[in-house]
């Protein structure tokens, strides 16, 4: 109960959804100064794309329409209570929140009038941009560590209304950067910066350590993923209890195998 009771206490003060196999605080930071820098666009294969599967090569196939329901599930909470920022969690590393929350981004994308930016602060292991077959040289650390501008870091890979500010590199003491004053104030510029986008940050998992738990006090809500037949009750159960002071939109079930024959061995 100690590490639960320690990570609760950097916390602020259900719903399940399956997917199939394939409050802020902000406090009185100095402003970061805003420049208008066009998010670069990158070209990437079809193919490629699919063989990684993220969820825009599968579109018009049955198995987006998992998305499309957790696109809209989470899209009238988020209207309900006019929240702009999601945080994604899971209970244990491997059970597919980062490819969950890239799909996710790119779905509510694809809804008229929504943009969307996801954010990679899995800073214990970050993953975002390997799903674009992409290496950035820079990226979300260079903001935090060297000052450099948000905007410059930005891509969209190809989709319309949808870009991704990556993690180039596992950040040694990225846990404390994460709650850190300068994560607080990257989180308060995106906002400024892009206030009609839908803000998703890709976090670490809850229980390996207090880094979601303690972010979580920096957007409006978080999204806990699990995987079906490996999260065991026990280990849902205490991530439960380590997120129960928090505004959970919701429990993901992801890798379910109770979907159509066709489909089911792509996730």
């Given amino acids: 109960m100690d590490r639960i009771a320690q990570a609760l206490k950097l916390a602020k003060e259900e719903h399940t959804i399956e997917l199939p196999k394939a409050r802020s605080s902000i406090g009185n930071t100095a402003p970061t100064k805003v ?10 294969p079809e193919d490629f794309l699919r063989k990684q599967k993220v969820i825009s090569s599968y579109w018009e196939e049955p198995i987006a ?3 499309r329901l957790l696109r809209t599930r989470i899209l009238q909470r988020m209207s309900q209570n006019n929240w702009t920022s999601l945080g994604i969690t899971s209970v244990e590393p491997k059970n597919g929140k980062s490819l969950t929350t890239i799909n996710l981004g790119i779905a509510i994308a694809k809804e008229p009038g929504q943009s969307v930016i996801v954010v990679d602060t ?4 970050p993953s975002t941009h390997h799903y674009f077959g992409i290496e950035p040289e820079k990226g979300v650390e260079d903001v935090l560590l060297n000052d450099v ?7 969209s890979p190809g989709l319309s209304d949808f870009a991704v500010l990556p993690c180039s590199d596992k950040i040694k003491g990225g846990p404390e950067l994460l709650k850190s004053p300068r994560m607080l104030e990257l989180v308060t510029t995106l906002k400024r910066l892009h206030p009609n986008h839908i803000i998703i940050y890709d976090l670490p998992p809850v229980l390996i350590g207090d880094d979601a738990i303690a972010f979580s006090t920096f957007v409006d809500a978080m999204l806990l993923v699990v995987e079906d037949g490996v999260t065991q009750d026990k280990a849902l159960k205490q991530a439960k ?4 002071g928090v505004n959970l939109i919701g ?6 195998e109770d979907i159509g024959s066709n489909y089911k061995d792509y996730y």
Avoid: G, H, Q
Wanted: hydrophobic share 45%; proline share 6%.
């Fill in 35 to 44: 420049e208008s820098v066009p998010i670069k666009n990158i070209d990437i």
């Fill in 149 to 155: 501008p948000v905007a410059s870091l930005l891509f």
């Fill in 241 to 244: 209890e380590l997120l129960s």
């Fill in 65 to 67: 329409d998992a998305f």
């Fill in 251 to 256: 429990t993901v079930l992801n890798k379910t």
């Fill in 122 to 125: 899995d800073f214990r292991r």
